[in-house]
């Protein structure tokens, strides 16, 4: 997948092209921002289905520690439900924020959850 071209905006004539790599990155981004992590972390592949995008994630999810969970299970609720329903969630908003972002038709986004970035809920004091 070289490049992806969408119609320019202007009432000039030509084509915005946008390559494999800025859409990987943007995409990368997205993916990392709803699933709570560094984009560090956060391995994209893209690949082409009938003029489509296929998106497949590879990455940890930001999770609270298990302790905390056993002091409080509330707070599952309060951190948006279990790792499916975050992973469910995610999953819908990185196909709704890359396709309005880059203007791609998305046919699927995979997720697939290498381990969990455990970090301490901060608390008010």
Sequence with gaps: ??????????????????????????VTAVAADALGVEVRSVSVDLADEAGQLVVTVRSPLRVVSLTRVQDDLSLVARTSGTILERAAAAQQQIRRQAADLTGSEIARVVIRLTGVDIRTERRVS
Excluded at 3 to 20: C, E, F, H, K
């Design 1 to 26: 997948m070289g490049s992806l071209s969408v119609p320019a905006q202007t009432d000039a004539d030509g084509r915005t092209r946008i390559t494999s790599r800025a859409l990987n990155r943007v």
